[in-house]
């Protein structure tokens, strides 16, 4: 008896949401546990019947029939079932019957009911709703983890008690004397008492010592002015990402008055984290030849993956990505103006997609396009179509390779004065197809990355106030959306394709993520919204009173659960040496990670379904 208590706690140990009760409960649980056995074909309990016990498969596995008539789902050792029938009082809805000899334990309901109530995490476990037990998922992913640059904020890392600082008519001789007496390699510069540049021993080197300044100059004309700077509460991931995009490696750090609290540093930043993170951005942002810059990109999956290995979660692994991939197309712009001379007339170099929308991850291809201005003459259009094409080309050498649909710079057609590009947008409203909405509906994601940055703000004014008047578009935008195969079948099974490999798969890219992202999107531009990332449009449409808060939280938790899978996917593959995709085996998931896979795609089809009410007319 003693061996059986001892394997059956061991089991449990190993088996969620079991293993977090402490091992005095487990040993408690398994005096009341009842082990049964089934033959193969046996029924474990039928439909209709009352139920008073919680089923865990030790070994073997089952299958749930609805009503004893249609596949619910089959389940193997490890897995959990009938909790439903006793969340709501005992009434079994599903016939379940072994398909294999099958060991189990049963655990009496009361003993599962008192656990729910003196454990939140188990109550979490088996909730019955869909987006509780995501959102306890997310939680139990996120406390897992070895570091987590969300939870912690950039203040922490701040070490000096008030910053060392020099107004900005002092000399450069006395500002070097203060950073010398207070031994800091970076000088805050302010002026009645506001923070006005920053000064650090690299400046001394290249723009004092090297331009040959005379130290009796004001301070004022060598600082860097203006720079970036971060409230105190914000996490070191945005400080990662702000870093890794401008290529920088101080950062002013503001109190809750808006004050300078301090500086963070890359080095403070990688003290706290190990990683190499915003080497890479650094390294980009220095790059002074083609060849550099191509050198510099190969460490992006490295870093991605260091990222992953750290524990950084999922969202910031992607907006992290999304900094340097920002910081290579600044920096392929940079280059190119260097060798063609400066622009003739003001341009930006915009972004479409993931990047606009901050949530690119590696192995992407390059969607952008240059907004004009309209002052450009036929003669600058030649000088446009060469920088163009010589950032596209320089993008494409560097791993962000040619965009199959050539939606970028060096195709004319993504390369318009500003004029042109409001026509353009004003025709797929006012005339939207299927066809043209379907091509059309990434330029809806669109962000500056270079040059002046007030084109693309007023494109995207222009775009937005389009929407008011032209409700057609929107009915098209909901139906795009609902071209979304959700591999889930009506009773929760994954319907999955068969990959090149024969192995089957699903892609989580297609059939998880951008549906979330068209329903955020359809949602977004029918409310006027201007926010482009998924996470900032659902947060957006709540505070607009446009979206419930449950449907947008939920939602969002299935979009971060699902790039949770996804991103850890990149991860493994990119360490293995393997090009990084989106087809996840489930095979390669646990069995927990697939049930709340299932809750995902479930909250993605409801999703979808209110998309359809709403904006599509009921029309799928």
Not at 455 to 460: E, N
Not at 465 to 471: I, L, S
Not at 596 to 618: H, P, W
Request: charged share 25%; net charge negative; hydrophobic share 45%.
């Amino acid at each position: 008896m003693a061996s059986e208590i001892s394997e059956i706690v061991r089991f449990l140990r190993s088996t969620p949401p079991f293993g977090a009760l402490g091992d005095e409960k487990l040993g408690s649980l398994s005096r009341v546990i009842e082990v049964t056995y089934r033959k193969r074909g046996e029924t474990v309990i039928e439909a209709g019947a009352h139920n008073d016990r919680l089923f865990l498969v030790r070994s073997g596995a089952v299958e749930l029939m609805l009503a004893g008539e249609e596949l619910t789902a089959r389940l193997g050792a490890g897995s959990c079932f009938a909790y439903p029938s006793l969340l709501r009082g005992g009434e079994v809805r599903n016939t379940t019957t072994a398909i294999e000899d099958t060991l189990l334990y049963a655990l009496p309901a009361e003993h599962f009911h008192s656990l729910r109530e003196s454990s939140p995490g188990f109550a979490g476990f088996f909730d019955d709703d869909e987006a509780a037990r995501l959102k306890h998922a997310l939680k139990q992913r996120r406390e897992g983890s070895a570091f987590s640059i969300k939870s912690r904020q950039v203040g922490e890392l701040i070490a000096r008690a008030a910053p060392v600082t020099c107004p900005a008519d002092a000399t450069i001789a006395s500002a070097v004397a203060i950073m010398v007496e207070h031994d800091v390699s970076t000088l805050a510069i302010c002026y009645n008492g506001a923070l006005a540049g920053i000064f650090t021993d690299k400046d001394i080197r290249k723009r004092v010592v090297a331009q040959d300044v005379p130290f009796e100059r004001p301070i004022a004309d060598v600082m860097t002015p203006a720079p970036r700077t971060l409230p105190r509460h914000s996490p070191i991931a945005e400080a990662i990402a702000l870093m890794a995009s401008g290529g920088f490696r101080h950062l002013p750090i503001l109190d809750d008055s808006g004050g300078l609290m301090g500086i963070v540093s890359a080095t403070d930043i990688l003290a706290a984290i190990g990683s190499n993170a915003i080497d890479a951005g650094m390294m980009i942002a220095k790059a002074k030849t083609e060849g550099q810059l191509i050198e510099a990109c190969q460490h992006i999956p490295e870093s991605f993956a260091s990222m992953v290995a750290s524990g950084v979660d999922a969202a910031h692994v992607m907006r992290f990505t999304s900094a340097l991939g920002e910081a290579a197309h600044r920096r392929a712009a940079e280059l190119a103006e260097a060798e063609l001379g400066p622009p003739p007339c003001p341009y930006a170099l915009v972004v479409f997609g993931s990047l606009a929308r901050g949530e690119q991850l590696v192995g992407s291809d390059q969607d952008n396009g240059l907004v004009i201005a309209d002052s450009a003459t036929a003669e600058d259009e030649h000088y446009f179509e060469a920088l163009g094409t010589r950032i596209s080309d320089l993008l494409h050498d560097s791993g962000f390779v040619y965009c199959k649909g050539g939606i970028m710079a060096k195709n004319a057609q993504q390369r318009l004065r500003f004029k042109d590009w409001c026509d353009r947008y004003t025709s797929w409203i006012t005339n939207p197809s299927e066809d043209r909405v379907l091509r059309a509906t990434i330029f809806f994601d669109m962000r500056s990355v270079h040059g002046e940055m007030s084109l693309v703000a007023d494109l995207r004014r222009e775009v937005l106030a389009r929407f008011k008047d032209n409700p057609l578009f929107i009915s098209f935008l909901a139906r795009d959306a609902l071209r979304s195969k959700v591999p889930l079948g009506v009773f929760r099974n994954l319907v999955l394709d068969k990959g090149k490999d024969g192995q089957k798969t699903f892609n989580a890219k297609s059939q998880a993520i951008l549906p979330i992202i068209d329903i955020a999107r359809t949602h977004a531009l029918s409310a006027g919204v201007s926010a482009v990332g998924t996470s900032e449009r659902f947060a957006a449409l709540v505070d607009a009173g446009r979206m419930h808060p449950d449907d947008a939280n939920s939602l969002e938790d299935a979009f971060a659960f699902v790039n949770a899978l996804r991103v850890a996917h990149q991860a493994r593959q990119i360490e293995r040496g393997e090009s990084p995709d989106n087809a996840i085996a489930p095979a390669d998931l646990s069995s927990l990670e697939r049930d709340y896979l299932k809750d995902a795609l479930k909250v993605i089809r409801d999703g979808l379904d209110a998309v359809r009410r709403n904006f599509a007319g009921g029309i799928a």
